[in-house]
């Protein structure tokens, strides 16, 4: 069986968010309105997920940031374990709204009942240029008082306690603190990642390589392999590591399931997924190419250079069936204030 079942998904209940990270890698921000999940769409994709897979499916929620609907999230939650759908695995969230420890608390009690197993919190220099950090923090104490250690993971807890916010740093201090996160490496050089993150990267001093030394590893386990992706309110499928590669797209007469086999059985064709998965971004360097693509001197990693390449292929209408969603390629960056402005 070539495509391992999805046995791993998430949800991505809204692309809107109240932050606009540099490592994002879905380029999530206020002005993504499109692909909003309803609750109805989201527990049918959950069921449907279940049913496709042999192995069942664990589900968790995400965004964009999930929490700027909050009754849509926990109706989601609440209904899903009514309908015995659950566990749901994580609901992640980047702690913005935990101003209150009254409101905070309250709402991770609800999610508590409603059959949520862990919380996932984004913390990291790129979040606290928009969020302070005295949010995520809150929502961490919280969270582990009232759920326990166990079921509260932040991305990155070294980060949760040595951090700032940063846009209170002087330019220089903030230049120095990003370019040693990003020398970390961390980070999914996909979307908005890809187009900014990256060039930090190699601006910080990472070596760079060449297309040369990055194009010729296939890219199979993570489309094909991997077990895990992400679903969007379009109906969109992406692979858990690779966003903006779209293998199927559900909705009305077309499920989970027939989206999957239609994967298994015909993805070796597939002038995308198919060349990845067999030759890595050197698959698609000749599709590019032939469209005008010149690739640059370094690349920070593989996964940059793919991106370089599809966004390429995408922003000339090129294999849009597999390329997608359509805001990822070609983002409305007005749509995306200065840091500091989310904090006067």
Not at 79 to 84: C, D, E, I, L, V
Not at 134 to 140: C, H, M, N, S, Y
Not at 268 to 297: E, F, K
Request: charged share 25%.
């Amino acid at each position: 069986m070539p495509v391992k079942h999805w046995t791993f998904a998430g949800l991505i209940l809204t692309y809107r968010c109240d932050a606009c990270c540099a490592s994002c890698y879905l380029a999530g921000g206020p002005g993504r309105q499109e692909a909003e999940m309803t609750v109805e769409s989201a527990l049918a994709i959950w069921e449907q997920l279940i049913a496709a897979s042999p192995h069942g499916c664990r589900v968790h929620l995400s965004g964009g940031e999930p929490f700027l609907d909050w009754p849509r999230l926990i109706e989601v939650c609440r209904r899903a374990r009514s309908a015995g759908l659950g566990p749901l695995q994580k609901v992640e969230t980047n702690a913005n709204w935990a101003t209150d420890d009254a409101v905070a608390a309250d709402r991770l009690r609800q999610l508590d009942r409603a059959g949520m197993e862990k919380l996932g919190i984004s913390a990291d220099p790129y979040h606290q240029q928009h969020v302070p950090i005295d949010r995520p923090r809150r929502l961490a104490r919280l969270g582990e008082e009232l759920l326990g250690a166990a079921r509260v993971q932040v991305r990155w807890r070294d980060w949760l306690a040595e951090g700032c916010d940063v846009w209170r740093l002087d330019e220089p201090a903030r230049r120095e603190l990003l370019a040693r996160y990003a020398r970390l490496g961390r980070d999914r050089l996909n979307g908005r990642a890809g187009e900014a993150l990256a060039d930090d990267l190699l601006a910080a001093g990472a070596p760079g390589r060449t297309p040369e030394d990055l194009a010729w590893r296939h890219c199979r386990e993570a489309l094909l392999r991997s077990r895990h992706v992400h679903i969007d309110g379009a109906g969109l499928i992406t692979p858990g590591a690779c966003a903006g590669i779209v293998l199927g797209q559900v909705g009305p007469g077309r499920t989970v399931a027939d989206t999957w086999r239609q994967m298994n059985d015909d993805h070796v064709h597939r002038p995308v997924v198919g060349a990845l998965s067999r030759a890595g971004p050197a698959g698609l360097l000749g599709l590019a190419t032939g469209a005008g693509y010149r690739p640059a001197g370094r690349y920070a990693s593989r996964c940059h250079l793919c991106w370089s390449i599809r966004r390429h292929l995408a922003r000339r209408g090129l294999h849009l069936g597999e390329l997608g969603p359509p805001q990822l390629y070609n983002p409305q960056d007005a749509t995306c204030p200065p840091a500091i402005a989310y904090n006067r």
